[in-house]
Nanobody, 124 residues
């Protein structure tokens, strides 16, 4: 079992920045690739970014490419999502998730463990 706890969400004006953190506990953190997803009201949960177990490989949704950066610190059992140039359409609950490191996937139901989510609201 892996327990995930997100933090860092909040209210920010368009064009601003936020950094989300996701702290992991339980099994060996480096055994897992990590993903960030988001879900806006009335919409399906969507992929945002993914990072492999070592941090050497990342992948982004087109909607956030060039604005968001995913990173991880395996010594701290933490994954981050730096969000710059935020837009009102980025408003959502953001979730981190873990999947076995051999999996390369952007599909939410392939991920094994999920955090509780953190709200990000971007005002225009």
């Amino acid at each position: 079992q892996v327990q995930l706890v997100e933090s860092g969400g909040g209210l920010v004006q368009a064009g601003g920045s936020l950094r989300l953190s996701c702290a992991a506990a339980g099994r060996t953190f480096s055994n897992y690739a990590m993903g960030w997803f988001r879900q806006a009201p009335g919409k399906d949960r969507e992929f945002v970014a993914r990072i492999n177990w070592s941090g050497s490989s990342t992948y982004y949704a087109n909607s956030v490419k060039g604005r968001f950066t995913i990173s991880r610190d395996n010594a701290k059992n933490t994954v981050y999502l730096q969000m710059n140039s935020l837009k009102p359409e980025d408003t959502a609950v953001y979730y981190c998730a873990a999947v076995a490191k051999t999996m390369f996937t952007t599909t939410p139901n392939r991920y094994d463990f999920w955090g509780q989510g953190t709200q990000v609201t971007v005002s225009s």
